[in-house]
Structure formats: C-alpha cells, structure tokens
C-alpha cells in the first residue's frame, strides 16, 4: 500500500480512538458504540501497513484506560482480550511473515538479548505458577506486560525505514497530549481514580501519566533542539498541558522521575557543549525553561480552578507526615519485606521466584488491615517475587543499558533523540522503583520500542562512520 493510502488509514484510526475518547467520557453506558467503534478499528487494521498499525496500538495502550479496554474486552478461553491486545497480536503476525520472507530478521543487540532472557523466564514463570495452581488469568496479566517487550523485534523491522521513526514518535506524542487533556478533564467530571486529599487537593490517579511523561520529554526536546517539523506554540501549549496532568496526577515518584530524566538528559547535552568549554549561556536558559514551564503547568491547573501553588506544595513537602509518616510508603516497606523473606525461603527460589500469581500475605497501614495480593509497587521487587534475583537482574541490566546507551548517544550526537531516550530511561528506572510500571503496566510495548529506537540510532551512527 502506498504511503498516502497508509496515512490516510492510519488518521482514520485516529478518528475512530477519538471517538471511543468522547464515548467514554460522555456516558458510561456507550459500550454497544464503543464496541462498533472499536470493531471499525480493527476493521481498519487489517487493511493497513504495519507502522500505520503500531500507530494505533500506541494511540490506544497510552490514551485509554485498563478498566476502559477491558469493557471491550471478550475472553479467548481463559483469558480475556482487550483491543490493545488484538492490535499487539496483529502486529507480531505480521512482523512474523517478514521474518519467514527474510526481511524481519531479529538483529544481534545488547538489548535485544536481555529482551529475549526476560522473556524466556517470564514464559518459564507463568508456566510455573499454573503448575502451582495459581490462578491463570492472574498469571497472565503479569505473563502480557513483559511480552510487550518482545516488540522490540518488530520495532527494529519497522525502523528499517527512517520515516516509520517520525511517525510512531509524533503518534507518542500526540497520545500523550490526548491522555494528558483526558486527565484533566476527569479533573472536572469525577470518575474511576478521581479524588480529593485532605492535606492536598484534587488527585486524578491515572497509569497513562507514566506515558505521558514519555511524550513530555519527546515533545520538551523536541522545542528545545529547534526541530524543524514542530510547531512552537502547540508545542508548548502541549507541554504545559502534559505537566499540568503530571501536577494532578499528585505522584511524588513520578515528579521525581521528570526532575531526574530532564537532569540527565540536561548533563549529556552539556557535557557535549564541554568538549568546546562549557558555557554559562545554556546552563541558564535550560534552568529558565524549567522554572517557567514549571510556573506554567502550577499556573494552568490554578487557572483551571483544580489545583493551588499551595496543594501543589504541600503534596511535595511534609503535610502527610513527611516520609516517616507516609503509610503508603511503610506499606512498601512491609510488602518488600514479606517478598525478601518469601524468596530466600530456599536457594531455587531465590534464584527463580515463585512463579507468576503468588500471593504474599502482609499488613498494609494504609489500609489497616491485612491483605493478600498478588501485585506490589516496585517492578524490581515484582520480578524478584516472581523470577528471583535472575529476572531482577535481567531487567536492572537492561534499563541501565538503556541509560548508559542513550547517554553515549546523547553526547557523541547531540541530537532530540538522544537526550529523548536519556530522560526517558532514566526517569522510567527511577519510578519503577516504587512503582511497577516497567513490568506491571501495558506500556512495555512502548518501552521496548524505545530500546529499539536506541538500537537502531547507534546502529546507523555506526554504519555512517
């Protein structure tokens, strides 16, 4: 199919997620036109090309939610298939017949094997815990994120062609101003997540923030490098809008991954401008960028009637206790405990987990009460729960990989990307330490396309000398 054709479709799709958007948050009972829109979407994916495919799938996994995806679900045997999942499926049988034409072939790449190590053990884990008896579809839901990562392969074939890169880029950042704009505006409605802090406002508790701090940093280098296909106004107008729902958001660990990704993106810059002397000039107008958008984001969300300088404060300072008195974090605490005495209850565990779907018993302050469940925030706790210290192991070497990698790219470039996968890395590390949104969450598909962008920028960095 033609390149026009492929576009054409690929809006079409878009199109058709607008109108599952306004479905959605028009009425909860639009599931018959959800569904129809959803079916027309599928409809369209059979026609298109492969990028124009991956397009729809990011639009989808970053602007909706689980619960949302899940109403539009239906169950093959035991397990249940949300659309994002048909579109993920879809697109690995395509990547499967270019591979048996020889044009998909899997690249020999750091990553790429520590991709295929994490999948092997999670394949292993999940076989492990039906053994066990744990319950299938709870397997599964841990079992499908880290498949995502196996989009990494088709990532590499898709950016074989240099376009593709543009187009599922602009798609991550289109989605994420999308969700942010969603975010706020169930800021006004109410709904699944939305509520308010006594000690600090409004909260709107939404996974699809942790995307959109993805197409953040895209977008914020993006105007910062002076690309030359983005507008400066919308571009701006998108990041105070992305920052405005991360404020709403009210996730301490997230702010602190943005503050840590923008930094390491920041210090690979300037170490390359160092190599000619380091200059006073853009070390102060990157510190004026952040304060402003900053000042901005707080300024909207204050202009909007949802948010104060002062809610904003708060929930960064001590008024729920300060760390000694924040439940939710004892509650960590406690669940890491229960899974560093779990595991290391014999040798075999400890090296290979318990498999996926193993509950762990432990009390929750946050709560008052004792709980049993199978998930807990802190993806490398998760892993080492489920796969031992080698899936632990496997995933902090892939991420700091990702970082180092990126880094080096960031500084022997200088390029948007760079600073881009930099920020990015850094930034999902540092929150999946207390959250798991690097093994838990859908989102793995577009992590693992990141690792490939990485790849595949190195790679060509290298063919040219």
């Not at 879809?90 to 072939?105: H, S, T, V």
């Not at 543009?166 to 975010?183: D, E, G, H, R, Y």
């Not at 000619?276 to 107008?285: A, D, F, I, K, Q």
Request: aromatic share 10%; proline share 3%.
């Amino acid at each position: 199919m033609g390149n026009k054709g492929s576009h054409r479709l690929t809006q079409a799709g878009f199109a058709v997620i607008c109108l599952l958007i306004a479905a959605g948050i028009l009425t909860d009972t639009a599931l018959p036109l959800a569904a129809g829109a959803s079916f027309l979407l599928l409809a369209l994916m059979t026609m298109a090309c492969p990028p124009g495919m991956a397009a729809m799938l990011f639009g989808v996994q970053i602007v909706f939610t689980t619960s949302f995806l899940g109403g539009l679900g239906v169950y093959a045997g035991p397990f249940r298939l949300a659309p994002d999942d048909v579109l993920q499926i879809w697109i690995f049988i395509l990547w499967a017949g270019a591979l048996m034409d020889g044009d998909g072939r899997i690249p020999s790449s750091g990553s790429g094997k520590l991709i295929l190590l994490l999948a092997g053990l999670s394949l292993a884990a999940f076989a492990r815990g039906v053994i066990r008896g744990y319950d299938p579809e709870t397997a599964a839901v841990f079992l499908k994120p880290m498949m995502g990562y196996l989009f990494f392969f088709p990532s590499m074939w898709l950016l074989k062609k240099a376009k593709n890169l543009k187009l599922l880029t602009v798609t991550i950042a289109a989605a994420s101003v999308a969700a942010a704009l969603w975010v706020i505006l169930k800021g006004y409605t109410g709904g699944e997540g939305v509520y308010v802090r006594l000690t600090s406002g409004l909260r709107v508790s939404s996974r699809e923030l942790n995307a959109v701090m993805i197409g953040l940093f895209l977008t914020g280098f993006a105007l910062w490098k002076k690309h030359a296909s983005i507008p400066v106004i919308p571009a701006a107008l998108a990041l105070v809008a992305m920052g405005a729902s991360l404020l709403l958001g009210q996730s301490r660990a997230l702010w602190l991954a943005v503050a840590a990704g923008a930094l390491a993106a920041f210090v690979a810059d300037l170490g390359r401008s160092g190599r000619e002397g380091l200059r006073l000039g853009p070390l102060v107008s990157r510190i004026l960028l952040i304060v402003v958008f900053t000042a901005g984001s707080i300024a909207f969300v204050y202009a909007a009637g949802l948010l104060t300088p002062g809610d904003v404060a708060a929930r960064g300072g001590g008024a729920d206790g300060g760390l000694a008195g924040d439940v939710s974090l004892w509650a960590r605490f406690l669940s890491w405990w229960e899974i560093t005495r779990t595991v290391t209850a014999s040798p075999v565990t400890l090296m290979f987990g318990t498999g996926f779907g193993h509950e762990i018993t432990y009390f929750r302050p946050d709560l008052f009460s004792v709980v049993s469940i199978p998930y807990v925030d802190g993806s490398f706790f998760q892993l080492l729960l489920n796969t031992g210290v080698t899936g632990a192991l496997l995933l902090a070497l892939l991420y700091a990989g990702g970082i180092a990698g990126s880094f080096r790219l960031a500084l022997e470039t200088g390029s948007m990307y760079g600073m881009w996968l930099t920020a990015s890395f850094t930034a999902l590390t540092i929150a999946a330490l207390s959250s798991s949104l690097i093994t838990n969450y859908r989102f793995t598909c577009v992590w693992g396309f990141l690792f490939a962008v990485m790849e595949t920028l190195r790679s060509r960095r290298g063919e040219n000398g």
